[in-house]
């Protein structure tokens, strides 16, 4: 006898409870510290950072341990609790040229005021997989350290700028209020502060991906790296009692300012072009793709062809979000049986007239061949 | 770790005020303009986009503590999601629930509209995935926007047509686009057409919720809903040729069950409330036994 299927409730605590156990993985083991998350794997941290658009360390460690090590999970819980948090001030513009420098890179002049820094970096390590992190690791030795010298290290986009062969920063007017991607639908076409705040919490894949394909010849922009630098910056706000800036705090960014090629116009004297990316934490890979994917996405002011997907904003925008993508993506296991009872319905009703017609139609030449023998 | 104590605390109803004031103020416009789909901040759940984020918002902003709430997901009440919702609103608003249509002032459903006829002063809120009704005849929302406000649906007529000259009929068996009050074309959500001529001047409110498309609309009590159709092929829903097994409804959508291996079917309702209360009051199908 069937009988309509119940437990539900039962089935997903259940369910829960097993995925607590598999979470917390073999008991004769200890725990991770969040700590240990946060000082260890701080690169996954730095990621779930800048894509829930959310900085910081110890509650992006927590997402972590609880989703289990799955990126975009982590992502998601960490953007759930943001939600709920109340904007208090709107921070000052950051002053990323007065940051305190890790690394700093350029591949467009060989040395320059402020000198390269290459920093904590995989470039140049040859990927070997290290035995000797496998057991207990020997204590790694202590890296050379400079002094702190607190003088401003030059932006690449000043010295180009100086000579007036690189588009401006651009500016606002005064009465521009910066959008506000988590406090209002998108819209269509997108000024590119909010394209750059959209930008700045999508998915690294689908940005590299897009930035990649931009490299290959779908949306081609010429670039070079004009400056990656990553360090920290001084987050202040405008206390209005006191008439000026407080600093809140430091927090670590990566930033990347690409130099595009552009040919000039009547209006305008040749000159480079600019791509943007900005990330929280430590992420040359986002930044870059980023800067790359917001050059391309500028095709329409400079009367490029939009002929390319990574110049579509409509298509790149409505897309670089992974916790919509993967939420709706993953929607498809909920039950559709009502919606493909539908389907299966008019499927069955369409292959019952289709073998009638076709019965029909044999019916018609039997008798065409009786009457021909005859 | 100070910041981790302080996680745990939610508003009523889990937005906080000023969120859900934003919800009620898109929501009264899109009462004021039946089928139009109004823009909203859809704020990020704790339940992923696609699961019925929209729905729940929805939902959030207009729950009291007076309410009583009945959450279904494809007619039923016990479906993992519905639990899941269900769960959700017991957890932060700590309303009370019901799986009685009649008993319930909101109903959040997922696909299906229930049974049992409507009544003055309850609200259906329904959880949609892509609120745009031309968005699969033109991908992108600077056109469609457009086009609703050229009232320019002469795409959607050219699809159904090609239907009925390709197939005979018009393939389109849920997500039936409908036109609301002569004006706007809506996407009533993917309820199978089935149920569309029951959004057609129903007493109760319904609100449409779509939340990673950030998008609410709204059909206000007593409007008229007509499922776009030709006059020589008008439009019809589907018909069951038995009746459910359980409670021999003649009259409702049904779901296929598979029995075993050799082909074994058998059609319950798909509204389960429904069912229960037909059995209760003594009605018996081929496969029930009385209850």
Redesign the interface.
């Known amino acids: 006898m069937y009988v309509a299927v119940k437990g539900g409730e039962t089935a997903i605590a259940e369910a829960h409870r097993l995925l607590a156990d598999r979470r917390r993985g073999p008991r004769d083991l200890p725990a991770l510290s969040l700590a240990q998350i946060a000082g260890q794997l701080s690169l996954a941290v730095d990621r779930v950072m800048a894509e829930a658009s959310l900085y910081d360390p110890i509650l992006a460690a927590l997402a972590v341990k609880q989703a289990r090590g799955d990126m975009i999970e982590a992502i998601f819980l960490l953007r759930a609790y943001r939600t709920t948090l109340p904007r208090l001030a709107i921070s000052q513009p950051l002053e990323t040229a007065a940051m305190q420098i890790e690394r700093r890179v350029s591949a467009t002049y060989k040395d320059l005021p402020g000198g390269q820094l290459l920093g904590p970096t995989f470039d140049y390590t040859h990927r070997l997989l290290d035995p000797d992190l496998a057991g207990e690791e020997a204590e790694p030795e202590t890296p050379a350290r400079r002094a702190v010298s607190g003088e401003k290290v030059m932006r690449v986009s000043d010295i180009l700028d100086g000579e007036g062969l690189v588009e401006g920063d651009g500016s606002f007017g005064p009465d521009h209020v910066a959008g506000d991607i988590t406090r209002e639908p998108l819209d269509f076409p997108m000024p590119r502060d909010t394209r750059l705040q959209v930008l700045a919490r999508g998915d690294e894949g689908f940005l590299l991906a897009l930035a990649y394909s931009t490299q290959r010849g779908y949306g081609r922009t010429h670039p070079f790296v004009g400056e990656i630098r990553i360090g920290l910056a001084d987050v202040e706000i405008e206390l209005p009692e006191l008439g000026f800036s407080v600093p809140l705090g430091r927090i670590r960014i990566t930033e990347c300012q690409m130099v595009n090629q552009f040919k000039g116009s009547a209006k305008e004297p040749p000159q480079f072009t600019r791509g943007y990316g900005l990330v929280f934490g430590q992420s040359e890979r986002k930044a870059m793709a980023m800067s790359l994917v917001d050059r391309a996405l500028r095709a329409d002011e400079f009367g490029e062809d939009i002929v390319a997907p990574a110049q579509d904003q409509e298509f790149v925008l409505s897309h670089a979000d992974n916790v919509q993508a993967t939420g709706f993506v993953e929607h498809l296991k909920l039950p559709h049986y009502v919606d493909f009872q539908a389907e299966l319905d008019l499927v069955r009703r369409m292959r019952a007239e289709y073998e009638a017609k076709r019965a029909g139609q044999a019916g018609d030449e039997d008798a065409i061949t009786s009457e021909a023998a005859q | ?1 100070s ?2 104590e302080g ?1 745990a605390r ?1 508003n009523f109803a ?1 937005l ?1 005020e000023q969120t859900k004031r934003m919800i009620r103020r898109a929501i009264l416009k899109a009462i004021a303009i039946p089928g139009y789909q109004v ?8 339940m ?4 019925g ?1 929209g729905g729940v918002q929805v939902t959030a902003a207009i729950i009291g503590p007076e309410d009583r709430l009945k959450v279904i ?4 009440d ?7 919702i269900r ?1 959700f609103f017991e957890k932060v608003a700590n309303v009370a629930v019901t799986t009685h249509t009649r008993d319930a002032t909101i109903i959040q459903t ?3 509209i229930p049974e049992a006829p409507l009544s003055e002063g309850q609200v259906l809120v329904y959880q949609v ?1 892509i609120p745009e009704p031309l968005r699969f005849l033109e ?4 056109e469609t926007r457009m086009m609703h406000a050229l009232e320019e649906y002469g795409l959607m007529h050219v699809k159904l047509y090609e239907d009925i000259a390709r ?3 018009i ?1 389109t ?3 039936y686009p409908v036109q609301v009050a002569g004006r706007y074309v809506m996407d009533p959500s ?5 149920d569309n001529p029951k959004m057609d001047r129903s007493p109760a409110l319904q609100l449409f919720g779509a939340g ?1 498309e ?2 609410i609309y709204a059909v206000p009590p007593f409007t008229e809903v007509k499922s776009l159709d030709f006059e020589d092929h008008p439009f019809t829903i ?1 018909r069951f040729d038995k009746p459910c ?2 409670c021999g409804s003649t009259h409702s ?5 598979v ?1 075993d291996d050799r082909g074994g079917r ?1 059609f ?1 309702c ?1 509204d ?1 409330d429904f ?2 209360e037909r059995r209760e009051a003594g009605h018996v199908g081929p ?1 029930g ?1 009385p209850a």
Request: charged share 20%; aromatic share 10%; net charge neutral.
């Open positions: 770790m910041a981790i996680i939610t889990y906080d823009p909203f901040a859809s704020r990020e759940m704790p992923p986009y696609g699961w984020t997901d494809q007619g039923a016990d479906t993992t999601n519905a639990v899941s769960a997922r696909h299906r995935p991908p992108r929302e600077t197939n005979g009929h393939a068996t849920y997500a993917p309820i199978p057409k089935f990673r950030k998008r589907q097994a359980l959508y049904l779901d296929e069950v029995l058998m319950v798909s389960t069912c229960e496969l036994v």
